[in-house]
């Protein structure tokens, strides 16, 4: 049965010539959609070009190219001398569904995951989207500012300009060779750590890493040791693997490793980050870091060692890594250029024990995504031609100003109110609030005045003892720094009047607080915050479990 | 009790002034080594610096900095007037393990992995190691030689000199917003698809995305419909996701959808590569469309649409899309940079459902890698600017006059050998051999011949009815392409003698076979092969269940 489509076809193609999709095409996703959501029956024969061009306003050059991509799709069909008919296959086989668009209806609004996903979807800490320009404090931002760009456009241009077989194609599945050799060499002359480019795989920086461990090591409810408070980005990476997370409290000795094997002697896997505790900032000791090893050995589990920014020490030699000290084969280093570099890299690596290496060759070769190889040569080339340690060197230096510009300008600015911690590495540090100032509050206020500082509970999977903000100060200039503790003061002085009513001490700028005219000792305001005079790693930061 | 370390400790620890490593490091961690291994006990009190500088013949200057790296790793301790110690700790945490470094031995030969990779590993299908340089007939490769580099050079180099913020830091994790407009604008005038930006995810390459729809998407052991043959990464992200590959064969109209509900009826996903079947080159049919995505909605699975190289149609639209029947949010498509610009960038994207942009947006901000700025960013402007419509059209002519090159010299000098399938898209074609030519006997003998071409069966997770080999033109000049036949036709006629003697037909070049002088009909040598006189879409080629 041959329906002609008359006028109701019409009106339902809208043509939009001053739309930045060619006519043509209009017309045919018009003609489609019709078709497919079933206005235009199976069967049913179509006006004449020179008539629906007409109708339409478009040329008949128009519809005869709608027609021709419609008949290449099989939608339409032409017989000869008999006109162009909508595919009868479209009767027998259309999906049973509603006549909306894919791109406009939503069928299913609560989509199927996997079991694993669902889970994780619903468990998922929040990761802080990072402002595009660094302000005070925000955490895990470089000094932009400071990069030799320059010389990087110049490596850059160099890279793209050498030989296209190896600029474009396909390049080794564990890595550009070049820059693994390259760590290896960094790796060795820096953290004293000794090992062969095979065990080194570059990833998509270290998440991409946390996720390929995960994926590897861990069975779904397999228990992993996560310092608490611990990294945002490795903990929903290990929990979207299917790992069951065990918090595990630190101490300014590092992870308690006998409150693990109290809370969960068969792990399968422990999170540290052992240089530089993220968030807290302490060094785990050395008599943690052997026993650590040790209990991994004998339940058979794996260590991931995260040296975020090991790199960054200030008047001292980066210390030595876990992996260093492992002498079994069951730490699984990670390392990023993000800090080191920049976060746009996308770059980072693991360094595996040898009974690793294997199993990731083949799955690196089998169905791993790999890494651009632009990024990968032009850092290799950097660090080869000595630009990094360089970079390293006068990083360091920068970022122990901009951590002295902000414990100077704490020290003036909000004694009582915050105790910023000194730390002698990193690009952040903490403070400690006292008890009346509830560090979620605090975090709220001071985004209201755009000032980034993350509530320390924002890292925690259970509550820690300690009350306080992450400060980042390595990717904030010292102006910035100053204009940010100054606005920290005043938000912390105002919600500090909120909290307990108008017996602000006077010492805290009375000018600024009209309303709080009665004095009150410093001791009142200090109750349950401590100062810390020296750095963090023997500072009196000791969450305990609560 | 305090023990002196004598000469003993000396020769343990080897100085070698002429390697990379600076002599302190090496000291360093010689000392470290010998501590960690036991071969220095815990309380042992090492000789004074002068007198150790002596004995191991280097600064005194070294010796202490040697030692001012093991005091901050807690390994050695100061005792003031009383000299430098092992620390006391390394008694009673010391790993009970063997004395060699990780670097060296290997202690977890076969470690324990988790179940789902355990099982990858052992069934994973190898992918081939793409030669840098293109050679006749790798597949996967485009003309890098016909890149716009120097077009390419100057936008990177511009886009160095943007704005920092925007060049070094973090972007959106679900991908750069320029780079998804661009996408969904090309996918507009080109594909016919119409979605929003939202529903795009920038991914690394294709296999990322592969991996992401896994992982999302899988529970461990839920069926997967997969084309047999079918693409390689694909097969192996699925497997390692937890999916089982159900293996469907695959005809001219594409994947056999009542094969498939026959096999295997509750599926949760389906890989399907509609506009060019990965291999065989089929172009699937609108009733096998809408079968498949009828069969996806009543048991509410999803299909992953790879439309790895659509856009390369000779002499003709791409076709449309599978994505663009879909009226009730099944498909998932992916597609990739790899083919299209090439395959160093790791660049690819998918466009999904609307209901899964929520999770999807949740995930990639909670831990997905993310791709690289500058890589998303300058193919944005090379799309923008419209250097992406105009290199596809130069490269949709020069693939075409690459694939007439070789079915030209196919026909010159392969005839009864190797049936060279034309085909009107694509960057590769195949080649059906006669069935006394083994197909993987052919492609080891090519491969010794420094020729690449992939056995059909390397493709298929069960057997095939295909005796072939896969042949990628795109990649390779006019002129491989015409050395490489030629070395093609001398292997084939090689082992055409082995296999049936010498009776070898006179016409296939008897001067270059002179073991061969009788002659044979050409039928006999052609039985068991068709010639495929047109495009492939409509061709001979049936796979059927084996």
Chains 1, 2 share one sequence.
Request: charged share 20%; hydrophobic share 45%; net charge positive.
């Amino acid at each position: 049965m041959v329906k002609r489509a008359g006028g109701a076809l019409l009106p339902s193609i809208a043509i939009d010539p001053a739309a930045p999709r060619p006519i043509a095409t209009q017309l045919y996703v018009g003609l489609r959609d019709a078709i497919l959501s079933g206005a235009i029956a199976a069967g049913t024969r179509l006006p004449a070009s020179r008539a629906l061009a007409r109708d339409v306003g478009v040329s008949r050059t128009t519809v005869i190219d709608a027609f021709e991509r419609l008949i290449a799709d099989d939608i339409l069909m032409a017989r000869v001398g008999a006109g162009t008919y909508v595919s009868p296959a479209l009767t027998a086989e259309r999906p049973d569904a509603p006549a909306a668009g894919a791109g406009t209806a939503s069928p299913r609004c609560a989509p199927r995951l996997s079991s694993a996903m669902h889970w994780t979807v619903e468990h998922l800490a929040e990761r802080s989207r990072l402002p595009h320009s660094p302000r005070a404090f925000v955490t895990g931002l470089p000094a932009l500012d400071e990069f030799p760009m320059a010389l990087w456009g110049r490596l850059a241009a160099r890279h793209w300009r050498a030989g296209r077989a190896d600029v474009m194609g396909y390049g080794d599945a564990a890595g550009d060779p070049a820059l693994r050799q390259a760590i290896v060499a960094h790796l060795g002359a820096n953290r004293g750590i000794a090992c062969d480019v095979e065990q080194v795989f570059i990833t998509g920086g270290a998440q991409e890493a946390f996720l390929r461990i995960g994926a590897l090591l861990l069975n779904p409810g397999d228990k992993v040791w996560f310092e608490n408070p611990g990294a945002i980005g490795a903990r929903n990476s290990l929990l979207a693997a299917g790992g069951e997370l065990v918090p595990v409290p630190v101490d300014s000795d590092g992870l308690k490793v006998g409150e693990a094997l109290r809370r969960s002697g068969r792990f399968r896997l422990a999170f540290v980050t052992p240089s530089h505790q993220q968030p807290l900032g302490h060094i785990m000791s050395l008599e943690r870091r052997l026993a650590l090893v040790r209990a991994a050995e004998q339940a058979g589990a794996w260590i991931i060692e995260d040296d975020y920014d090991g790199e960054f020490c200030f008047g001292r030699r980066p210390i030595s890594t876990l992996q260093s000290v492992d002498r079994s084969g069951t730490v699984i280093y990670v390392g990023t250029f993000s800090k080191s570099l920049f976060p746009a890299l996308r770059l980072g690596f693991m360094l595996v024990p040898p009974s690793l290496v294997g199993p990731l060759r083949t799955i690196s070769a089998a169905f791993s995504p790999g890494v651009p190889s632009s990024v990968q040569a032009i850092v290799a080339e950097f660090i080869a031609e000595g630009h990094f340690a360089a970079h390293l060197r006068r990083m360091r230096r920068i970022y122990q100003e901009r951590h002295d510009a902000l414990c100077a300008a704490a020290a003036a600015r909000l004694a009582g109110l915050l105790a910023v911690t000194r730390t002698d590495s990193g690009l952040h540090t903490i403070g400690i609030l006292p008890r009346w100032l509830p560090e979620k509050a605090v975090a709220q206020a001071l985004a209201a005045r755009h000032i980034s500082a993350s509530a320390i509970a924002r890292f925690s999977i259970e509550r820690a003892a300690v009350n306080g903000l992450v400060l980042g100060f390595g990717g904030v200039r010292p102006a910035e720094i100053e204009r940010g503790v100054a606005v920290l003061g005043d938000v912390l002085e105002e919600l500090a009047r909120a909290s307990r009513g108008d017996r602000l001490p006077a010492r805290y700028d009375p000018a600024a607080s009209p309303r709080s005219p009665e004095a009150e000792s410093s001791e009142g305001v200090n109750r349950g915050l401590k100062q810390c005079p020296r750095p963090l790693s023997g500072g009196p930061v000791r969450p305990t479990r609560v």
